[in-house]
């Protein structure tokens, strides 16, 4: 059962700055729909949007059912690929977190596992495990990666 829609509740939307389906913040609710969101991801506010421009729509957040197919028959479910349960893995692992929760990542600094960084490449990411003390795995929304830290 989904979570009833509240302001400064989470809900996916099409960010037009980043112009991709993210985690957003609910900023206000007009008519039991989210109407502004604040991206967590680049902080930009702007209308709701629930999936990117020329797409078909999915189901409403307030629980209309999915379409069917021709014939009555249920649509086919897709195929859940390795890279979306990547990023499924890398969803559940910040859900909930704030956006100031992460800190910058600076190959000078240090991490443990746990830690939420900010890469300027790759983004936001959750430190899994220490390789050793100049190394750190690091799962991104895309892949895990090994990042260097504590350099001099």
């Known amino acids: 059962m989904a ?3 509240r ?20 900023v206000s609710i007009k008519a039991g729909k989210p109407h502004q969101v604040e991206c967590l991801t680049c902080r930009s506010t702007h209308l709701w949007r629930q999936h990117a421009p020329g797409e078909k729509p999915a189901a409403s957040p307030g629980g209309s059912k999915a379409p069917r197919a ?3 028959a249920s649509a ?19 859900a909930g977190r704030g956006v100031h929760d992460f800190k910058p990542y600076s190959v000078t600094g240090t991490f443990r596992e746990g830690d939420l960084l900010r890469h300027k490449k790759f983004g936001d990411g959750l430190v899994t495990r220490t390789v050793d003390a100049h190394k750190v795995e690091v799962l991104f929304r895309d892949e895990s990666r090994i990042l260097a830290q504590g350099m001099t």
């Open 70 to 72: 021709a014939g009555g």
């Open 76 to 94: 086919r479910t897709p195929r859940v690929t390795p890279a979306m349960r990547q990023e499924q893995t890398w969803e559940k692992a910040i």
């Open 7 to 26: 302001v400064a509740g989470e809900i996916d939307s099409w960010c037009t700055k980043c112009r991709l389906v993210l985690n957003h913040r609910i």
């Open 3 to 5: 979570k009833p829609l």
